[in-house]
């Protein structure tokens, strides 16, 4: 495999970022710590602990309820129903962001890398979203088409008040989570009833939906991120996807998806690793944090170090769930895996140069 293919990332080679959700309740110190710990690649903390409306889903629900009274959300036993309009939810939806917002506005004054945000894909949206009869949006093609349309104008005035607000920064780089995306394709997404499954959705469907939040962004780099070990890495490709984020660390994730991130990279797309464990205690060793990457590189034939510009480093999946001291540790380590790994490259680039 040749480095001929490697297109420019809006990161730095091998840089360290996170999935997006943080502990705690506090959006100033979620800021300082994805600041202090992620200079280089910077993103808008989620703090799901906040309660309803911090939750993927309701903040996603909130960005489309400021752009369409159509998609305005509350809560009922099993998550998030569709309503006829904006209630206090869908409002405290919009003030967290908000919050969030400001709070990464006022730690990052002259900020000049990328900042990544995160928003709910339309597969997931669907799968989890009921209509008023209690069914999911997934079941209803036209209600998938339009959270489809609905999400791409919600993503542009985000990205919009992004730039506003971080004006200096290099990209906006919006990350879709899809952790749905699997289930839906291969129908396990549960009736009301809970008596059967929504029939799977069809790849080429799929893919139709997805480029049309992709593709159209204008100057933001739009990717995907999925922590399932079934990640559909081919379909996100040819969906337009810049990048995938995806989880390395789970052993049935090693070699399965050689073949389709072999394809990926030789195609350009960046590469966001999950290497580190979003949950843990103790010390991590540069070693063992990672194994992952430089594992899936060799066996891929990624000597050139010219492949890791399209590489970026985060934990396995977000961090809602860690301990605060764990989220100092792990992104310590993503920041540690970048440099053992561009060490190793530039390493095995000389060794190869002597070598001639």
């Known amino acids: 495999m040749t480095a001929d293919a490697v297109l ?49 889903i309701g903040r996603t629900g909130g960005m489309l309820a400021a752009v369409s009274t159509h998609f305005a959300l509350e ?39 990328p900042v990544k945000v995160q928003v709910v894909g339309p597969w ?16 209803d093609e036209l209600a998938v088409r339009d959270i489809a349309q609905g999400l791409a104008e919600a ?48 790849g080429q469907d799929a893919e139709r939906v997805l480029r049309q939040v992709i593709q159209g962004r204008g100057d933001a780099v739009v990717g995907v991120h999925c922590c399932d070990p079934g990640i559909p890495v081919d379909l996100l490709r040819t969906s337009g996807a810049a990048f995938v984020s995806l989880d390395l660390v789970p052993v049935e994730n090693e070699r399965t998806l050689d073949d389709p991130l072999g394809r990926a990279f030789e195609a350009g797309l960046g590469i966001l690793a999950g290497c580190v464990p979003s949950t843990g205690v103790g010390p991590l060793g540069d070693a063992q944090a990672s194994a992952p990457l430089r594992a899936l590189l060799h066996r891929l034939g990624l000597e050139d170090p010219t492949w890791l510009d399209q590489v970026a480093i985060t934990p396995s999946c977000g961090m809602a ?31 190869a140069d002597d070598s001639g």
């Open 8 to 56: 420019a990332m809006p990161w730095s080679t091998a840089v360290a970022t996170s999935v997006g959700s943080l502990p705690g309740t506090e959006p100033i110190e979620a800021a300082r710590i994805v600041v202090g710990e992620l200079g280089g690649f910077v993103h808008v903390a989620e703090l799901p602990a906040r309660g309803p409306g911090a939750d993927m």
């Open 75 to 113: 809560t009922t036993p099993a998550g998030w129903r569709l309503t006829s309009a904006p209630g206090r939810q869908m409002r405290q939806a919009w003030s967290m962001l908000g919050e969030d917002l400001d709070a990464l506005e006022e730690q990052t004054r002259g900020y000049t890398g």
């Open 124 to 139: 997931t949206l669907a799968a989890a979203l009921e209509l008023r009869t209690g069914e999911r949006a997934l079941r």
């Open 155 to 202: 993503i542009d005035v985000h990205v919009a008040d992004v730039r506003r607000r971080l004006p200096k920064a290099s990209a906006v780089v919006v990350q879709l989570d899809e952790p749905a995306l699997p289930a839906v394709l291969e129908g396990r997404i549960g009736t009301a009833s809970g008596l059967s499954t929504y029939r799977a959705v069809d």
């Open 321 to 351: 769930g860690a301990s605060p001291a764990w989220v100092r540790t792990a992104l310590a380590a993503c920041t540690a895996v970048g440099r053992v790994v561009r060490q190793d490259q530039t390493d095995g680039a000389e060794a």
